[in-house]
């Protein structure tokens, strides 16, 4: 009886230490990088996709536009922009982009 339970005592506590530990895993989640700002779009940005391995082409190909649209801008002017370009590069589909005609092109570099 005493052996049952003191095994069951610390099954009990190593939950109890194992919820502590995810929790303020949790909790240390929450803090974000200094250049983090109050805007939302930033956070989720930062909490859902900052430092979050990508393998798919698709998604890469996005971040490589964005990334030579983000030269001499900040990054928050090109979150903001994200969904004209989404727009503007035919939902960032490389196979379409690849096809553009010079008209495209030059509608492109119209467009402000």
Not at 85 to 104: H, L, M, Q, T, V
Request: aromatic share 20%; with cysteine.
């Amino acid at each position: 009886m005493c052996y049952m339970f003191f095994k069951n005592a610390t099954a009990l506590f190593s939950f109890q230490v194992y919820n502590s530990l995810l929790l303020n895993f949790k909790q240390q989640m929450k803090h974000r990088c200094f250049w983090v700002t109050d805007s939302k779009l930033y956070q989720d940005y930062h909490d859902n996709e900052w430092c979050v391995p990508v393998f798919e082409d698709a998604i890469l190909f996005e971040y490589l536009i964005l990334e030579t649209f983000q030269a001499g801008l900040s990054w928050s002017t090109i979150l903001h922009k994200r969904e004209n370009f989404r727009n503007a590069f035919d939902n960032f589909n490389s196979k379409a982009i690849a096809k553009y005609s010079e008209s495209k092109y030059q509608s492109l570099l119209s467009e402000t």
